[in-house]
């Protein structure tokens, strides 16, 4: 117990107190068997600490594996994703369809008083129809004349969300209402 104790300590040593150490071990037995448990350790010199000279070896062997593998682990992500850029706008024919999803978003957000975060899964369904041809005004229209058709509808305010307005085959539906 003395051993897996010293081992989960930050420098893998115990008080040099025997009370303390009885008190950890819930120790019954006698003083002599305990100066044979004690026999196993010696004081750190740095701290006074008792630590097992063999255990001690191996802790210090253990934490600089463990620094290694993890500069090696860090070496390897910087080279893995130092590459690649950090912010990449999907660009195309002039339009940037990321920058016009987020300002759709915003949108939606101010009005249905919602807070909607801009991730993929939000925005891949208002590029998506971006990228068919839709204009951000044209979306604009979409939102506020849902908006209008089920803000005051409890049964309805859950679906003035990007997933439903601007879902591949509710969209379309949605359109035609507003293109009248």
């Given at each position: 117990?003395?051993?897996?104790?010293?081992?989960?300590?930050?420098?893998?040593?115990?008080?040099?107190?025997?009370?303390?150490?009885?008190?950890?071990?819930?120790?019954?037995?006698?003083?002599?068997?305990?100066?044979?448990?004690?026999?196993?350790?010696?004081?750190?010199?740095?701290t006074g600490?008792?630590?097992?000279?063999?255990?001690?070896?191996?802790?210090?062997?253990?934490?600089?594996?463990?620094?290694?593998?993890?500069?090696?682990?860090?070496?390897?992500?910087?080279?893995?994703?130092?590459?690649?850029?950090?912010?990449?706008?999907?660009?195309?024919?002039?339009?940037?369809?990321?920058?016009?999803?987020?300002?759709?978003?915003?949108?939606?957000?101010?009005?249905?008083?919602?807070?909607?975060?801009?991730?993929?899964?939000s925005l891949?369904?208002?590029?998506?129809?971006?990228?068919?041809?839709?204009?951000?005004?044209?979306?604009?229209?979409?939102?506020?004349?849902?908006?209008?058709?089920?803000?005051?509808?409890?049964?309805?305010?859950?679906?003035?969300?990007?997933?439903?307005?601007?879902?591949?085959?509710?969209?379309?539906?949605?359109?035609?209402?507003?293109?009248?």
């Open positions: 117990m003395l051993l897996a104790q010293c081992w989960s300590e930050n420098n893998c040593s115990l008080p040099s107190d025997p009370l303390a150490l009885k008190k950890m071990l819930r120790w019954e037995g006698s003083d002599e068997e305990f100066g044979g448990v004690l026999a196993c350790f010696q004081p750190l010199k740095k600490r008792l630590t097992n000279p063999r255990l001690y070896q191996e802790w210090l062997d253990a934490k600089q594996r463990t620094e290694i593998l993890s500069e090696s682990g860090q070496r390897g992500a910087h080279k893995r994703w130092a590459a690649r850029p950090t912010h990449q706008k999907p660009i195309s024919n002039g339009r940037d369809y990321l920058a016009e999803s987020k300002e759709i978003l915003t949108f939606l957000n101010e009005k249905t008083g919602k807070h909607f975060r801009e991730v993929d899964a891949g369904f208002i590029q998506a129809r971006l990228k068919s041809g839709i204009d951000v005004q044209t979306c604009r229209t979409l939102i506020m004349r849902k908006v209008h058709d089920w803000k005051e509808r409890p049964d309805m305010q859950m679906y003035l969300r990007p997933e439903t307005l601007f879902n591949k085959t509710k969209f379309e539906g949605y359109l035609a209402e507003v293109t009248k």
